[in-house]
């Protein structure tokens, strides 16, 4: 199984700061079309998970751009430009490169 | 518009059988992966298994904690996809979500459904 780390797992932001989210992946994320099957999602307290990137670094339909994502082999980021308040939430990684899918611990991002 | 409609959670007991369907309306049901992942209370995200599109042979994988307990069919007259439940232990109790991905020219549309709560105990 390909085992997804996340760092950190608590990220305190002031609105209006930068923020960074760091997914570590045990395997590289990379098939023969050149296709990263890394995605990222968020998940507001109480509600359903949310798509926000999909394969490293395409925004979803409707997610503003101030959200981005990188990476390649095993190491992939999710950049918030400027934090704001309803960013609040716990962010997760997933890969979709072979089954059984998995995705990392979350990251709590919490306004300072 | 894209709706979900997920139904069938509730009480079973350690042992029981429980069906969810996620019902989808307002995409390309024939064009659809469909997976279900699942949130036990004050836990992350964990992958239950999937059904691949019609296109791409309808097949199903499972996560190993639920390898030969859980099925995941579909009815492609109703939109609807299933996921039977048997065999349950404390350990599955998680809020279910239904997760149906299309492909259209190179853009992934991902939707998660509201969920439905499973809780096993006695």
């Known amino acids: 199984d390909i085992l997804m780390t996340q760092s950190p797992l608590s990220l305190p932001v002031t609105p209006g700061e930068p923020a960074s989210i760091s997914c570590r992946s045990s395997q590289r994320l990379l098939d023969g079309n050149g296709n990263i099957y890394l995605n990222w999602y968020f998940q507001k307290p109480g509600k359903s998970p949310q798509a926000l990137i999909y394969l490293g670094s395409n925004r979803a339909s409707g997610v503003p751009d101030r959200f981005s994502g990188s990476g390649s082999g095993t190491d992939f980021t999710l950049k918030i430009s400027r934090v704001e308040v309803e960013d609040v939430g716990i962010y997760y990684c997933?890969?979709?490169?072979?089954?059984?899918?998995?995705f990392g611990q979350g990251t709590r991002l919490e306004i300072k | 518009e894209v709706q979900l409609v997920e139904s069938g959670g509730g009480l079973v007991k350690p042992g029981g059988s429980l069906r969810v369907s996620c019902e989808v309306s307002?995409?390309?049901?024939?064009?659809?992966?469909v997976t279900w992942v699942r949130q036990a209370p004050g836990k992350g995200l964990e992958w239950v298994g999937l059904?691949?599109?019609?296109?791409?042979?309808?097949?199903?994988d499972y996560a190993a904690p639920v390898e030969g307990r859980f099925t995941i069919s579909k009815d492609d007259s109703e939109n609807t996809v299933y996921l039977q439940m048997n065999s349950l232990e404390a350990e599955d109790t998680a809020i279910y979500y239904c997760r149906p991905v299309v492909v259209i020219s190179l853009t992934h549309y991902d939707y998660w459904g509201p969920g439905t709560l499973v809780t096993v105990s006695s």
């Open positions: 997933m890969q979709a490169q072979q089954v059984p899918i998995t």
């Open positions: 059904i691949r599109s019609n296109t791409d042979g309808g097949t199903t």
């Open positions: 307002g995409l390309n049901f024939n064009d659809a992966w």
